[in-house]
């Protein structure tokens, strides 16, 4: 067993007994993909809604390019990409009346995107004013997540 | 900025704000300012990490180029500056948006200072918008600042700022960061950088 801590603009894998963790979740969101048969998930923590969209950033930084990723590793570790289900944790907006919802539309994009691939969103904890910590036990596929404030 | 411009800046911004914060208070509050330089976001991390509590007071800037400046209250700081500014006396289901505002108001005074004297010393028209402030784990509030503003420079001059009250003090933390384009340029400007002397003069030309 291991715990793999996943930070801004990284996708980690986890198979068995792992813990993947992810902290400072405030207008970012973090996506886990997991497949129940082969008890295999993977997480990303992404910054950004899409690549195409944005400045030269290394791709995970993305939502659609962090997903994207999420799905090739996962298939590469043996997971069945029809039986991916997914979570979605984030979206906040840290300060009122600051920017163009940022947090909103990451989280729009990582629906869209995970519409677009066909994979069920199966557990969402998204938007308000509150910064997120998540862990992502690969064993049951649970994720709990844990506000400070 | 040279070292020289640097230093005048957190002088003059030091007094302003240890005058404003002690007729506030009605107490006598020393505010102390050394700037550590331009860093990295990436270096922070031993100042910051991403699990610590914080209070963050963002103020937009735009004029000549665009950026934030952002006041970083550790847990402890924000705690006991807004136990001063409220008294301590609080209404029950009110404190947290009591202490947010009291955070914001010293933000207000600290930033806006810098910005300004900021502007005067390296001749960049910096226009201040409306501050807000917001509580939670730096790694959360930063990253909206990250997203929101990925045109920003990771470039950052971090400024140290001691609130002192006999026999207490607490540490916050300025950090400047402005568009990619403009911050080596505002950092390093040394050709239209004005020295005190040429700040005098502006200001004895003002009163003239």
């Known amino acids: 067993m291991g715990t793999m801590n996943v930070s801004v603009g990284q996708v980690s894998v986890g198979k068995g007994s792992d813990i993947l963790t ?3 979740i405030g207008s970012c969101v973090v996506v886990s993909l997991y497949d129940r048969m082969q008890r295999t998930g993977a997480m990303a923590h992404a910054l950004l809604p899409l690549a195409s969209a944005g400045a030269a950033l290394p791709d995970a930084k993305y939502v659609d390019a962090a997903i994207d990723a999420m799905i090739a590793e996962l298939v590469a570790h043996g997971a069945a990409r029809d039986r991916l289900v997914a979570k979605i944790v984030g979206g906040a907006n840290m300060f009122a009346d600051f920017g163009s919802g940022i947090g909103a539309k990451n989280v729009a994009a990582a629906k869209e995107k995970l519409k677009a691939e066909s994979i069920e969103v199966v557990g969402e904890c998204v938007g308000g004013v509150l910064g997120r910590s998540v ?3 690969t064993a049951s596929g649970g994720m709990s997540v844990t506000q400070r404030f | 900025m040279s070292t020289v411009n640097v230093v005048t800046v957190a002088s003059e911004v030091a007094a302003h704000t240890s005058r404003a914060l002690s007729s506030l208070l009605g107490k006598q509050v020393r505010v102390l300012l050394q700037t550590t330089g331009v860093k990295k976001v990436t270096e922070l991390g031993p100042t910051f990490s991403p699990d610590e509590a914080v209070a ?3 103020m937009r800037v735009t004029g000549d180029t665009e ?3 952002l006041l970083v209250f550790p847990r402890a700081t924000a705690d006991a500056i807004s136990a001063l500014l409220t008294g301590g006396r609080t209404e029950r289901g009110q404190t947290m948006e009591m202490a947010k505002s009291a955070i914001k108001e010293v933000g207000n005074i600290v930033a806006g200072a810098y910005l300004t004297a900021f502007s005067n010393m390296t001749g960049t028209r910096l226009i201040e918008h409306v501050p807000e402030v917001a509580c939670d784990t730096f790694g959360s509030v930063m ?4 997203g929101q503003f990925s045109t920003l420079s990771t470039n950052v001059l971090v400024t140290e700022v001691q609130f002192s009250l006999l026999p ?3 540490l916050a933390y300025l950090l400047l960061a402005f568009k990619w384009e403009d911050s080596h340029r505002i950092f390093g400007l040394r050709e239209n ?3 005190p002397e040429d700040l005098e003069k502006v200001r004895a030309g003002r009163s003239g």
């Open chain 2, 193 to 195: 950088a004005r020295t």
């Open chain 1, 22 to 24: 992810s902290s400072g």
């Open chain 2, 143 to 146: 990253s909206q600042i990250v």
């Open chain 2, 56 to 58: 963050i007071v963002l």
């Open chain 2, 168 to 170: 207490d003090h607490w």
């Open chain 2, 67 to 69: 950026g934030v400046a």
């Open chain 1, 135 to 137: 862990e992502f036990c």
